[in-house]
């Protein structure tokens, strides 16, 4: 509300409250206010189609969209956009385009491009009118080979009829209406005159959705492109893309197969070492079977060869004695006498002891040499 607004608010609020107290009958001039002109020409401009009420809260699922319009009637049809490029959506919150004050003589009183208000004799709307939103696709988030495909088959007379939609704003409407003071009716809220009639209001403001498009005819966009060079160099490309995947699925699967193979001269490798080694233990405990015979000769050899050391030992010590005591003896001539006196010389008296020898009776004589 501007500030003539309220000030005339507050002047009749005053007036009417002093006229109601004093219980007298008065004329309440009020200043005038004037009613809006107008639509400005940008707002006019755009196009609204009232079927596309629906995408007031999802613009952006607006944008991109191919509708068909015959007559009055709107239909959509399917969506153009790539996947790695939605449309850009801006949001604002202070784009008032209009804010005025209309009744029923308004250009475009009941108008879808200000929500359908419809004014009725002995009423004025307050009206405002504000940007809220804005949905579009740049020329590069356009696929534009995806159309010219889909339009191959569409016939030349529903071409004509066919758009797409290029860009999506959001408006917001905004409208409050007041009623016009008859004869003694209580006034309350906020009031004003319009030529000499006094107006006024209690009501909060009504809010509604208008939803305005850029189109693009189907063909205009596609005189703008040169569908069949598009076509032929996406056929070229999806064969190259084909061929290259082609080619990389061979190779994928020539690696596959050398992945194969060295997997099972690994699994050989394996099955042979795991042999070697069964084969390596089983020599092992042969010879782990060996070595333990071996140790226990060597541990009998040594206890042999202590024993014969011990024994070499003695023998030495007894011959070493023996030689000691035969150079040490004296050299002993036995003699005996038979009955004749003849004399028998014995040097060795281990063949016949000398016990014996007197045992048999034998004179025995000690000569020494």
């Known amino acids: 509300m501007n500030l003539l607004s309220r000030l005339c608010a507050l002047i009749a609020i005053l007036l009417f409250s002093g006229a109601l107290?004093?219980?007298?009958?008065?004329?309440?001039?009020?200043?005038?206010?004037?009613?809006?002109?107008?639509?400005?020409?940008?707002?006019?401009?755009?196009?609204?189609?009232?079927?596309?009420?629906?995408?007031?809260?999802?613009?952006?699922?607006?944008?991109?969209t191919m509708v068909l319009i015959d007559g009055n009637k709107t239909t959509v049809l399917t969506r153009f956009v790539r996947q790695d490029k939605p449309p850009v959506v801006t949001t604002s919150t202070s784009d008032v385009i209009y804010n005025a004050k209309i009744d029923s003589h308004f250009k475009?009183?009941?108008?879808?491009s200000i929500a359908s208000t419809k004014v009725d004799r002995d009423k004025v709307y307050e009206i405002i009118l504000t940007d809220v939103g804005y949905a579009f696709l740049p020329e590069d988030y356009i696929p534009y080979l995806e159309i010219c495909r889909a339009a191959t088959n569409?016939?030349?007379?529903?071409?004509?009829?066919?758009?797409?939609?290029?860009?999506?704003?959001?408006?917001?409407?905004?409208?409050?209406?007041?009623?016009?003071?008859?004869?003694?009716?209580?006034?309350?809220?906020?009031?004003?005159?319009?030529?000499?009639e006094v107006y006024h209001t209690s009501d909060q403001f009504k809010l509604d959705y208008v939803v305005s498009v850029d189109l693009v005819s189907l063909e205009k966009l596609l005189s703008l492109q040169n569908c069949n060079d598009l076509i032929n160099n996406e056929e070229i490309a999806r064969r190259e893309k084909a061929e290259k995947a082609r080619l990389e699925a061979q190779k994928a699967e020539e690696e596959k197969r050398a992945r194969e193979q060295a997997l099972a001269d690994a699994k050989a490798q394996v099955e042979d070492l795991k042999k070697t080694l069964h084969d390596n233990l089983e020599r092992t405990g042969e010879m782990q079977r060996q070595l333990r015979e071996a140790q226990d000769k060597e541990h009998a050899a040594l206890i042999q060869l202590n024993a014969a050391i011990r024994q070499a030992s003695e023998l030495s010590a007894q011959a070493e004695l023996a030689r000691q005591n035969a150079e040490?003896?004296?050299?002993?001539?036995?003699?005996?006498?038979?009955?004749d006196g003849k004399v028998l010389e014995i040097k060795n008296l281990e063949e016949l002891s000398e016990e014996k020898l007197r045992a048999l009776g034998f004179d025995v004589e000690i000569l020494k040499q």
């Open 328 to 339: 040490s003896r004296e050299d002993v001539i036995l003699t005996f006498k038979n009955k």
């Open 154 to 196: 569409v016939a030349p007379e529903t071409r004509k009829k066919t758009y797409y939609v290029r860009s999506v704003k959001l408006t917001t409407v905004y409208t409050r209406a007041y009623q016009k003071v008859t004869g003694g009716s209580e006034v309350g809220g906020i009031v004003f005159s319009v030529d000499g």
């Open 21 to 64: 107290g004093a219980q007298t009958s008065r004329k309440i001039k009020l200043s005038p206010v004037s009613l809006g002109f107008d639509l400005p020409d940008s707002y006019k401009q755009r196009t609204f189609i009232k079927g596309l009420a629906g995408f007031v809260h999802k613009i952006d699922q607006l944008a991109g």
């Open 108 to 112: 475009f009183n009941g108008a879808y």
